[in-house]
């Protein structure tokens, strides 16, 4: 069954939650600023039993936070943000159980297969996380680098999940078109994750109560487990950050 995977996004040395599509921008739009340190929701997760979930540095300045809560849970938690096959072994040495893998996967838009040789070289394919995420032109969705800035030429379909998933063990992919919005999740990306992936993947945008969370559990299966951001009561929303753990522990086999 489908199981949430928490996350600490981390920007200028902060624990936030931004609106995915406008970091990097001429305006970046902010949800939430916490108070507390990332050891804090380390911690908390580790308490939880909540395996799985991942810290993204969105930006530079964000290393000695990460650092703080891969201490906080060594082995606990996947780490993106800036990977390279040059320091990707270090962030595993720092506690990371994986690695999460996006702009440097791709060069001038294009996918960028020596450098994604290089990383699962570096660190292995199980230790591999690559972020696939997306925003939609027409009908179709494409592959965003950059905190999600630029568009490539990469469209997801079976054919390219299917290559893709040689070379990790995990998808991390964000609608990036509602990220941060609490809008709802884009069932039109469930519905193609869903079907054709064929590795575990996690879905990040939108989930803003249990009806979309049923709908990531209810198309996903034993294949698609979500991220809730701002929508959790940790996060400055309403939605009871310990009500989704009791849900997901008991969505559980």
């Avoid at 928490?6 to 599509?21: E, N, S, W, Y």
């Avoid at 992936?197 to 879905?203: A, E, G, L, V």
């Avoid at 701002?230 to 009791?246: E, M, R, T």
Wanted: glycine letters at 12%.
């Amino acid at each position: 069954m489908s199981r949430f995977r928490p996350c600490i996004d981390l920007h200028a040395g902060r624990v936030k939650q931004m609106v995915g599509g406008t970091i990097g921008g001429e305006k970046e739009l902010t949800n939430f600023v916490s108070e507390r340190p990332p050891s804090y929701y380390a911690e908390l997760y580790r308490a939880d039993n909540l395996t799985g979930g991942h810290i993204i540095k969105l930006g530079p300045g964000n290393d000695e936070a990460a650092r703080e809560a891969l201490s906080a849970w060594p082995g606990g938690m996947q780490l993106g943000g800036g990977m390279n096959a040059s320091n990707a072994r270090g962030w595993l040495d720092a506690g990371a159980e994986k690695v999460i893998v996006t702009s440097c996967a791709f060069k001038n838009g294009m996918v960028d297969w020596d450098a994604i040789s290089a990383l699962v070289k570096a660190v292995g394919r199980e230790h591999l996380v690559l972020d696939l995420s997306c925003r939609k032109r027409g009908s179709k969705y494409f592959i965003v680098t950059d905190l999600w800035q630029k568009f490539t030429t990469v469209e997801i379909t079976p054919g390219t999940l299917e290559e893709f998933s040689r070379a990790c063990s995990e998808f991390l992919i964000h609608a990036v078109d509602v990220e941060g919005r609490q809008s709802g999740v884009d069932c039109d990306l469930l519905a193609l994750l869903a079907r054709f992936s064929p590795i575990p993947t996690t879905y990040a945008g939108g989930i803003r109560n249990f009806a979309d969370i049923d709908l990531v559990e209810f198309a996903g299966g034993d294949i698609i487990d979500y991220t809730v951001g701002s929508a959790l009561n940790i996060f400055g929303g309403q939605l009871s950050y310990k009500d989704v753990v009791a849900h997901s522990g008991s969505s559980r086999p």
